[in-house]
C-alpha cells in the first residue's frame, strides 16, 4: 500500500509529503521516552510526513523556542502548534478570537481522540467549573481562550501552577493597527512573556503585508523569535475578477458551475446579504444569509449549517469566516470590493483549504472604490491610518485592473515574485487585450481639470460624450473644448478609463467633496506625454466570451477521478454525512474530501491499509474503519 493517494487534478499531490525526516527529534520517541512529533503525526492525524516548513517549526517550539509563523491558509498552521503542545508536557493554550472557531476547533480534536476544551462566554457555570476541574488535573492537551480572557486576573490566577506546553497565538494579524481587521484586545497578548515566562509563544496568520508582520512582532514582544514564511501562493485557487454588468446574472452564471458544492458570497452591507440571499434561494440554490446585525441564535443557526451540510452557499459580510476551518469550500465570491489586498486575499482563502481545485470571483466598479473610499475617511482612524488604508484600496484596484497574471499581482503585494502566467487566472487563460491610451488619459485628465476638479465620474463622462443636460448646461460645460472631445469612445470605455487613472495613481477621489475626482502630481507627466499609458480592454460581460475561460477550469478539476473512483467517492461522501449527522458534527471532521479521494483510489481492505491512507490515524480508524470499509468492499467485488 501507498501511503498517499494517486494524483489529483492539475497535478496536485495530497496535503502529506512523504519525504524523510532526518532529524532525531522526529523518531517515534525523545530522550525522555515521550511521543516524538513524526509519531504524533502519524498517530493522531494519520499523516505520513510533515510537509513544506512544519518540521522546522515543530522542532523548533518543542525545543522550547518562540515563532512567528507566517503560512498561507491550507497550509497546515494548526500542526505547528498542535503536535509541539502534545509532544511537551502539559496543556496547549491556543488564544483565538472567535467562539464559532474555538468549537469548530476543539470538535475537530475530540475527532482526533485529544482532550480538548474551550473557555468562551456561552459556557453554563456546571461547564465552566468542570474544565476548570480537568486543567487542575492535568486532564486536557488543549485550552482555546479569547484574548480578552487571558487579560483577566481570573485567568492568571487560573494558570498558576498548571503546567503550560505553549501559547498559540491564532489570527495574530489581529494585533497590528495595520491589518485588515485590528482588535485593540489583541495588544494585550504582549503580556504572556512577561506573566509566564519560559513558555514558548507563537504567533500565526496567513494575511500579513511586510508592515504587519513587524507590527506583530514589535506588539508581541517576538523580536527574538524565529520567523517562519513559505510562499503566500495557493496554485490550486483559480482567481476571476469581473466588470460589474447585471451582477445578479453574473453571480448566478458563476454559481451555475458549482452545483453541488459549498461556498460563501461576500456582500458589504446586510441589506444586500438578505436580499441577495433570499433571491439565490428564489434562483433555485440553497442560501442562507450571515450578518452581525442577525439574532445570534439564528446567525450561528445558518453557519452550523453552513458547517455541516455540502451543498449550501452562505451570503455573509466579512464578518463571517475568519479561520473558518471547513476545507472543501469550493467557491468564492464578492458582489462587492473588499477593502484591500489582505483581506481580498483573507476572503478568498476560505477557497480549497484541502488543497483541491477551487474558484474565486468578484464583481467590482468604480462605485465600489469610491464607497470604500468614504468609509475610509469617514472612519475615526487617525490620518496616518487612512494613508495606509487608501493605499491598500489602491493595491487591490490595481489587480483588478491589471492586464497581467492575477496571482503575480497579489503575490507581488506580500512581497513575494512571481513568473507570472500561472494558467489558472482569468487574465493568463485569456490574456487580456490592451490599448494605447494616453490621447484618452489626456482627455480624461483635461476633463478633470477643466471642471475644476468639482466632479465625479459620471458628469466628467457626460461632457466627454457632449451631453447636453441640466447639469453641463448650468455649470458652462457646454462651451469647453474638451466638451465632446470623447465622443469616439463608449460611456462604458470612459468609466474604464478612470478606474484605471485611479488605479495607476493619476488621480484620486475626494470624499470630502461629494466623490469629486482630482488630478495627481503624477498627472503632469501624462499632459506632458513623458510617460506611456496602456489601458486593458474590458471584457464582454455576457455570452460565451465571458465563459469561456472558467469553462476550461471547470473541466480540469472534474477530470481527478475515474468514473468507478468517482462513484466510490459519492457513496463514501454519502456514508461520511450519515455518520456526521449521527455525531452531530461537520462532515469533514469525520474524513476530509481529500482522504475520501484517496479512499476512492488506493481502496484500502483492511485495518493496516487504511492506516496507509493519509489522514487516518488510530483515534479515527478505531471509530470509522469498519463503516467505510465496508462501503469500499461493496465498491470492490
Not at 486576573?153 to 489581529?174: P, T
Not at 451582477?247 to 441589506?271: D, E, N
Not at 470623447?486 to 470612459?494: A, E, F, N
Not at 473541466?555 to 452531530?584: I, N, P, S, V, Y
Request: overall charge negative.
Amino acid at each position: 500500500m501507498r501511503a498517499v493517494a494517486s494524483p489529483l487534478p492539475f497535478g496536485y499531490t495530497l496535503p502529506m509529503s512523504t519525504q524523510p525526516l532526518t532529524d532525531p527529534l522526529f523518531s517515534a520517541s525523545d530522550r525522555d521516552g515521550r511521543e516524538g512529533p513524526l509519531g504524533v503525526l502519524k498517530r493522531v492525524y494519520g499523516y505520513p510526513a510533515f510537509r513544506g516548513r512544519q518540521a522546522e517549526v515543530v522542532n523548533h517550539v518543542v525545543s522550547g523556542g518562540d515563532a512567528v509563523v507566517l503560512f498561507p491558509t491550507g497550509a497546515g498552521k494548526s500542526l505547528c502548534f498542535q503536535v509541539p503542545a502534545l509532544c511537551r508536557p502539559g496543556v496547549g493554550v491556543v488564544v483565538s478570537p472567535l467562539i464559532a472557531l474555538m468549537r469548530d476547533q476543539v470538535e475537530a480534536l475530540k475527532g482526533l481522540g485529544v482532550r480538548a476544551a474551550a473557555l468562551n462566554s456561552t459556557l453554563s457555570k456546571e461547564e465552566y467549573v468542570d474544565i476548570r476541574r480537568a486543567l487542575d488535573r492535568g486532564e486536557l492537551d488543549f485550552l482555546y481562550v479569547t484574548p480578552e480572557r487571558t487579560a483577566t486576573a481570573g485567568f492568571v490566577e487560573m494558570m498558576q501552577g498548571v503546567k503550560i506546553a505553549l501559547f498559540a497565538i491564532d489570527e495574530a494579524h489581529c494585533v497590528s493597527q495595520w491589518g485588515h481587521d485590528f482588535r485593540p484586545e489583541y495588544r494585550e497578548l504582549g503580556k504572556l512573556a512577561d506573566l509566564f515566562p519560559g513558555v514558548p509563544r507563537l504567533a500565526l496568520t496567513a494575511t500579513a503585508d511586510p508592515h504587519t508582520r513587524d507590527d506583530i512582532i514589535e506588539r508581541l514582544g517576538l523580536q527574538d523569535a524565529a520567523v517562519f514564511t513559505t510562499s503566500f501562493d495557493r496554485p490550486n485557487i483559480a482567481y476571476e475578477i469581473v466588470e460589474r454588468d447585471q451582477p445578479r446574472q453574473q453571480l448566478l452564471r458563476f454559481l451555475s458551475r458549482h452545483k453541488g458544492s459549498s461556498g460563501i458570497v461576500y456582500c458589504l452591507s446586510r441589506a444586500k446579504v438578505e436580499e441577495i440571499a433570499n433571491w439565490l434561494d428564489d434562483q433555485g440554490i440553497r442560501a442562507l444569509p450571515y450578518h452581525a446585525g442577525m439574532d445570534r441564535a439564528l446567525r450561528d443557526a445558518n453557519q452550523d449549517a453552513f458547517l455541516k451540510e455540502e451543498e449550501l452557499c452562505l451570503v455573509a459580510t466579512v464578518a463571517f469566516g475568519m479561520g473558518i476551518d471547513k476545507p472543501n469550500v469550493r467557491y468564492v465570491a464578492h458582489l462587492d470590493l473588499p477593502g484591500s489586498v489582505e483581506a481580498y486575499y483573507q476572503e478568498t482563502g476560505r477557497a480549497g483549504r484541502d488543497g483541491l481545485p477551487s474558484e474565486v470571483w468578484m464583481a467590482y466598479g468604480m462605485a465600489d472604490v469610491i464607497q470604500r473610499g468614504r468609509m475610509i475617511d469617514e472612519g475615526g482612524a487617525a490620518d496616518e491610518i487612512k494613508r495606509v488604508e487608501r493605499a491598500k484600496l489602491n493595491a487591490l484596484l490595481a489587480i483588478c485592473e491589471t492586464p497581467g497574471c492575477r496571482r503575480q499581482a497579489i503575490l507581488k503585494h506580500f512581497g513575494e515574485s512571481h513568473a507570472g502566467g500561472c494558467g489558472n487566472c482569468d487574465t493568463c487563460l485569456k490574456p487580456v487585450e490592451t490599448w494605447d491610451g494616453l490621447d484618452a488619459a489626456i482627455k480624461a485628465l483635461a476633463a478633470i481639470y477643466r471642471t475644476g476638479e468639482r466632479f465625479g465620474t459620471g458628469h466628467l463622462i457626460d461632457v466627454l460624450m457632449g451631453t447636453e443636460n441640466d447639469k453641463t448646461i448650468r455649470f458652462g460645460h457646454t462651451d469647453m473644448p474638451v466638451f465632446g472631445a470623447g465622443k469616439d469612445l463608449s460611456s462604458k470605455t470612459w468609466q474604464s478609463v478612470f478606474r484605471q487613472l485611479l488605479a495607476a495613481g493619476y488621480v484620486r477621489v475626494d470624499h470630502t467633496a461629494f466623490g469629486a475626482l482630482k488630478l495627481e502630481e503624477t498627472a503632469r507627466a501624462v499632459f506632458k506625454r513623458e510617460v506611456d499609458v496602456r489601458f486593458r480592454k474590458d471584457r464582454p460581460t455576457t455570452g460565451k466570451a465571458a465563459r469561456g475561460a472558467s469553462a476550461s477550469r471547470t473541466a480540469h478539476a472534474k477530470a481527478g477521478l475515474d468514473q468507478a473512483d468517482q462513484e466510490l467517492f459519492e457513496a463514501l461522501r454519502a456514508k461520511r454525512m450519515e455518520l456526521a449527522r449521527e455525531q452531530g458534527v461537520p462532515p469533514y471532521v469525520v474524513f476530509p474530501d481529500t482522504t475520501l479521494i484517496a479512499l476512492a483510489t488506493e481502496r484500502p481492505m483492511d485495518d493496516d491499509e487504511m492506516l496507509g491512507i493519509s489522514g487516518i490515524g488510530q483515534s479515527k480508524l478505531e471509530r470509522y474503519g469498519d463503516a467505510f470499509l465496508e462501503v469500499i468492499t461493496a465498491y470492490s467485488r
